[in-house]
């Protein structure tokens, strides 16, 4: 599997018991999304992960491997990231993105003047902020909201803002 068809959806946490079970951060919205997105991948896509079953236990996922018999064999995958297939993810609805979709997109106000690209997305918990590296000076942020962003052109690799007063 190549690595660009790979997309970050987990990682291991700690063992749990000595059955070989372990503990997992997912990074979809829930199990059943979880589920749909295997088999699993190491980051460089050469080891594949199968799991024998994948449950939630008060609100953690847990999951026992195949071939991952004992507390000792699992607690080497500790903090290993969980990649999947990038054609498993389901389609996005108009209007939704994906973060790697929108890495690396230019960034322009309304009259074509580029400002620069994005460079990473990050919530802090009010909502998605793109990261925008300027061709010149220090990184800031734009809320990704309908007052800042007027379209978004994934074929182009192109975002067109107007930004609220006072960011720019």
């Not at 000076?137 to 930004?163: A, H, R």
């Amino acid at each position: 599997m190549l690595k660009s068809h790979l997309i970050h959806v987990g990682t291991f946490g700690k063992p749990l018991g000595l059955k070989g079970e372990i503990n997992i951060f997912m990074l979809t919205n829930d199990l059943y999304s979880f589920k749909k997105l295997k088999p699993f991948f190491s980051d460089d896509g050469t080891v594949a992960w199968h799991f024998q079953h994948l449950r939630m236990l008060k609100g953690n996922l847990i999951g026992k491997l195949k071939n991952y018999t004992t507390r000792t064999t699992v607690e080497k995958l500790k903090g290993k990231k969980i990649f999947a297939n990038k054609e498993k993810l389901p389609r996005t609805k108009p209007g939704e993105f994906y973060i790697f979709d929108l890495i690396n997109c230019k960034v322009q106000l309304k009259d074509n003047k580029i400002i620069g690209r994005i460079n990473k997305i990050d919530n802090f918990g009010a909502g998605d902020l793109l990261s925008i590296k300027p061709i010149k000076g220090k990184d800031f942020y734009i809320p990704m909201n309908e007052d800042n962003v007027i379209s978004v052109n994934l074929k182009k690799k192109i975002i067109v803002i107007k930004p609220i007063r006072g960011i720019l």
